[in-house]
């Protein structure tokens, strides 16, 4: 079946220390979402990118979205303590010939991030 | 705050019950995804709702059912609870394939 891989599945960083997080899918995606979400909290949007090769900042926040649209990244540069929590990639499979999407979200494991002030 | 509310908060039933948890969507938001969260996994797809029809589904069996209102809110039922249900619900509203706004969740626990 369809899958996202996220990796890793873990990081600590020390507070000014970048991070990031990697996600692979199985198939071609039309769009794919990522979210953070904190310990016992849900998960917060946080960026879609839909084109093949998008780069999207936002403040220290930098999401890649792969050529072949199947991978994508997401960079935090100089971690800060309001960074901990666990950032899942969210990808909507391409699965119809005209390229649509059905609303099926599938999301990976997620990167649980942790910062030592 | 996204604006969606879920009810109940917290959840305990036995194995072999039945539950219904219900979702508020968004003001504004004709589609309505559940998501069934197992501790330290990613949401997984349950089903989508889009303007009071089923649209899209995924790998579960159809004791999970669901229904959407003509307001947008949501429910969703699950029969014959096994224990391995135990887990976050999660419901989330859009405007059709758009950024999906998560509610709270419901905590479900079968015993």
């Known amino acids: 079946g369809q899958q996202v891989m996220q990796i890793p599945q873990y990081q600590h960083v020390q507070e000014g220390e970048d991070f990031t997080t990697y996600c692979n899918s199985s198939?071609?995606?039309?769009?794919i979402q990522w979210y953070k979400q904190r310990p016992g909290g849900h998960p917060v949007f946080l960026i879609q990118l839909v084109k093949s090769g998008e780069v999207k900042k936002q403040k220290r926040l930098t999401f890649q979205f792969g050529e072949a649209k199947k991978n994508s990244s997401l960079h935090i540069t100089a971690t800060q303590t309001t960074d901990v929590g666990t950032y899942f990639c969210?990808?909507?499979?391409?699965?119809?010939?005209?390229?649509?999407?059905?609303?099926?979200?599938?999301f990976g494991k997620g990167t649980k991030l942790s910062v030592k002030p | 705050e996204t604006g969606v509310t879920q009810s109940p908060t917290h959840l305990i039933k036995t194995r072999g019950q039945q539950v219904t948890l219900r979702c508020s969507s968004q003001s504004g938001h004709n589609t309505v995804s559940w998501y069934q969260q197992a501790l330290g996994q990613g949401p997984q797809f349950i089903f989508q709702y889009y303007r009071e029809e089923e649209n899209g589904r995924g790998n579960f069996p159809p004791r999970f059912s669901g229904l959407q209102f003509p307001n947008y809110s949501s429910e969703l039922n699950v029969n014959a609870l096994e224990l391995d249900d135990s887990a976050l619900y999660l419901c989330?509203?859009?405007?059709?394939?758009?950024?999906?706004?998560f509610g709270p969740g419901t905590r479900l626990t079968v015993t």
């Open positions: 989330a509203s859009s405007l059709e394939a758009g950024e999906q706004y």
């Open positions: 969210a990808g909507n499979p391409v699965i119809t010939d005209y390229g649509g999407s059905q609303g099926n979200l599938i």
């Open positions: 198939t071609t995606l039309s769009n």
